[in-house]
């Protein structure tokens, strides 16, 4: 009779752990499943061409947001910000562009104005600073296509009070 109860408890314990085990198994079994199939969820959306188009989207707004904003701040002059040094104005006469000579070294043989064809000007600005082994350079270019015709023969350049006036007559 003793040996029978040893037997059903042993019978007993052998289901409970079996049951547990059953238990175990199952739940690491659901666990990796339910990984696998986020996981591959995941990657099939991170690789689907919808998926990179509007990652792509995101970046070119991004970047163009960067870029107006880059547009509208004002010039970095060494290290201090300062505002544009080109002014274009027009009156009934002429165009009158007002260059500011300081971020340049407050002389005009720094800035070079050039003319294209079809009403186009092109002004250029550069200034060097050197201190000690350090070298510093401003550059800056803008191109303006002027929209009434130009006697660009009849140009006209004064320096006044830190500033280069160009005169531009229109065409008669």
Known sequence: MESELNTEKTCKCKEGCLKYAVIFVGTII???????????????????????????????????????????????????????PVNLAENEKSYIVTIALKPFGNTSKNINISVESNNILKINGSKEIKKGDKENMMN????????????????TKTEEKGKLVVTLPFLE
């Open 30 to 84: 659901g666990a990796f499943l339910a990984f696998y199939f986020v996981a591959d969820f995941t990657i099939k959306s991170m690789l689907s061409p919808e998926h990179q188009m509007r990652k792509a989207e995101k970046m070119m707004r991004q970047m163009d947001r960067q870029m107006t904003r880059d547009m509208d701040r004002d010039i970095a002059v060494i290290g201090r910000m300062m505002p544009n």
């Open 140 to 155: 800056m270019e803008q191109t303006y296509l002027l929209d009434k015709n130009v006697d660009f023969e009849k140009m």
